[in-house]
């Protein structure tokens, strides 16, 4: 028995390779948007909670108010010594790629012990890294859904060896993540309870109703209103989502199909809550926004039983992954986008905000300053975007440009790392604060 435990829990060098090259890569392009100046509001958000929270507030000067009284978030305070210790938003590109790259062993080896041969289980986790969504979570900005997909795969992993405690565990550390996570660990957790063990599922779903009760609860004492999307019952971007649950399944070879239409409805409330939040979420055609995370999570794990029932299919799974990533994904790793051109002065001057002891007011449309500088406490960013605020192109698609750049010869003008013409407006440069 400890013979065949120990080999289901041996990790393939496969995997470790594949692991490996998506963490330096994305962890370059990472950095290389954050010295572009590329990042939005969120990565400086969570940067300056994390950093208040050694003196036990969650207060941000990016949501203007505590963000435990915006989300039910307590299971961030794991990654809050990070940022005591280093104390910089590449700290928290760091952390995000680890919890990735962390997902994909716990997938394997969840693979594993429902039975999948070791190498399609490595296929598997390869394939997670190279899902759209997965990439989309690793390159845009901090959010706790990020690791949604470590902590649901560790939990399936003990449901699976019926480990009460650890999968309670992990269950709790999910539900602190975000007040949704409460709903889905309740509905999963009755799903284990019809179809697997029922001790276990009982068990999940009461520790999300007192979640839940223990929330509401907080939030009526504090006064508080959470940070919830507003719902509508007529459906939107119905073809962004078409296109998100299609690129759910193309990376993992549309393995996810093989365990069955009643099993495939376990994941109607996740597509719903995309489907029918409104009016201001992001269109579901953004693969990787952060609402992606759990419908990957549950798709991943939908496609470890579906290699059990179509082991063939394994093969196809990292051919089909790249060409997501090449064509069709949502962040710089696609055909015909390239790197930031960073602009050195324009970071040199973010970091000096950075380390100022003076107050500054970041204006919202320079929300890259903020990401930077945030970790600093006096630093803050407007509430609201300026009548005159500046918007830069999305992606940097002139390869003569990037090239040139590498050569040290500069375009003539740059928005946010992206060349553009001559008569287009740029965003001024943020240089001063407040006493």
Same mark, same amino acid.
């Given at each position: ?38 990042? !939005? &509001? ?25 963000? +435990?009284?915006?989300?039910? @978030? ?9 940022? %005591? ?24 080896? +969840? ?20 899902? =759209? ?15 949604? /997909? ?15 405690? #650890? ?33 276990? !599922? ?12 223990? +929330? ?5 004492? *504090?006064? &508080?209103?959470?940070?919830? #999307? ?25 393995? =996810? ?11 109607? =409330? ?31 794990? &939908?496609?470890? +039983? ?9 093969? %196809?799974?990292?051919?089909? !992954? ?37 107050? &500054? ?9 903020? @990401?930077?500088?945030?970790?600093? *406490?006096?630093?803050?960013? *407007?509430?609201?975007?300026? /009548? ?36 287009? #407006? ?10």
């Amino acid at each position: 028995m400890r013979a065949v435990r120990a080999e289901r829990t041996s990790v393939d060098p496969l995997l470790i390779a594949g692991v490996a090259i998506f963490a330096i890569v994305y962890f370059a392009l990472d950095l290389n948007r954050l010295y572009a100046l590329r990042y !939005g &509001a969120d990565l400086g958000t969570y940067a300056q909670t994390f950093a208040n929270l050694a003196h036990g507030s969650s207060w941000n000067y990016g949501e203007w108010r505590e963000h +435990f009284a915006v989300h039910d @978030a307590w299971s961030l305070w794991l990654v809050a010594p990070f940022v %005591w210790l280093f104390p910089s938003a590449e700290m928290l590109l760091l952390v995000q790629v680890a919890a990735i790259c962390g997902a994909a062993f716990v997938l394997a080896a +969840f693979a594993r012990e429902i039975g999948v041969d070791r190498r399609s289980a490595s296929l598997l986790g390869i394939a997670f890294l190279l899902a =759209p969504c997965a990439q989309g979570l690793v390159y845009d900005n901090f959010s706790d859904n990020l690791f949604v /997909p470590l902590l649901a795969f560790s939990g399936a992993l003990y449901v699976r060896r019926r480990a009460l405690l #650890p999968a309670l565990f992990f269950a709790q550390l999910l539900l602190g993540l975000k007040e949704d996570e409460m709903l889905f660990v309740a509905w999963f957790g009755a799903a284990c309870a019809l179809w697997w063990d029922r001790r276990m !599922g009982f068990a999940l779903v009461a520790l999300a109703v007192v979640n839940a009760a223990g +929330f509401a609860l907080y939030e009526w004492i *504090e006064r &508080a209103v959470p940070h919830d #999307p507003a719902y509508t019952i007529v459906p939107q971007h119905l073809a962004g989502t078409a296109w998100l649950v299609l690129f759910l399944l193309v990376p993992f070879a549309f393995t =996810p199909l093989a365990v069955g239409w009643k099993r495939l409805l376990l994941g109607a =409330p996740l597509v719903a809550e995309i489907l029918f939040m409104a009016p201001w979420t992001y269109d579901p055609s953004r693969l990787g926004s952060h609402y992606s995370g759990p419908l990957l999570a549950s798709a991943s794990i &939908a496609a470890a +039983f579906g290699v059990l029932r179509w082991p063939r299919a394994a093969r %196809w799974m990292v051919p089909l !992954g790249l060409v997501a990533t090449l064509f069709f994904n949502d962040t710089v790793l696609h055909v015909g986008r390239w790197p930031y051109i960073v602009d050195w002065s324009a970071y040199e001057r973010a970091v000096a905000v950075r380390q100022s002891d003076r107050i &500054a007011v970041i204006p919202r449309d320079q929300e890259g300053v903020w @990401a930077v500088a945030a970790v600093n *406490e006096r630093v803050r960013l *407007e509430q609201r975007p300026g /009548p005159h605020a500046v918007f830069c192109p999305a992606y940097d698609v002139d390869a003569r440009a990037f090239f040139a750049s590498l050569r040290g010869r500069m375009p003539a003008r740059l928005c946010g790392g992206v060349p553009v013409a001559p008569g287009a #407006p740029t965003p001024k440069p943020y240089l001063s604060g407040h006493p």
